[in-house]
């Protein structure tokens, strides 16, 4: 069964950073774009960023642009969010999908089970 398992969310204060990895079960999934998402309570799930199965091309979200960086490697077959000055707001479940290359729930066919981040004032 195709896995995507998530790690390194936690508590951080504002202003901090935190890396977080998504690793998937099979090497299949290098020819998936990979994206990240993140879902507050009571709010609908927010594209976040994404990576091209080739890493050439990624996209973010206007509220994380300048803040997080995604990347991936092919190799260890892991994707990564680097969140640099993190807000209250960026206080959410954050999830990983391999899919199609976009911004859209829909165009991500494969979700891992998503790690909190809680972001303290």
């Known amino acids: 069964q195709v896995q995507l398992v998530e790690s390194g969310g936690g508590l951080v204060q504002a202003g901090g950073s935190l890396r977080l990895s998504c690793a998937a079960s099979?090497?299949?999934?290098?020819?998936?774009?990979k994206g990240w998402f993140r879902q507050a309570p009571g709010k609908e799930r927010e594209f976040v960023a994404a990576?091209?199965?080739?890493?050439?091309?990624?996209n973010y979200g206007d509220s994380v642009k300048g803040r997080f960086t995604i990347s991936r490697d092919n190799a260890k077959n892991t994707v990564y969010l680097q969140m640099n000055r993190l807000s209250p707001e960026d206080t959410a479940v954050y999830y990983c999908?391999?899919?199609?290359?976009?911004?859209?729930?829909?165009?991500?066919?494969?979700w891992g089970q998503g790690t909190q981040v809680t972001v303290s004032s």
């Open positions: 099979e090497r299949t999934f290098r020819r998936y774009a």
């Open positions: 999908a391999a899919g199609m290359f976009g911004s859209t729930v829909k165009e991500y066919a494969y």
């Open positions: 990576i091209s199965w080739s890493g050439g091309s990624t």
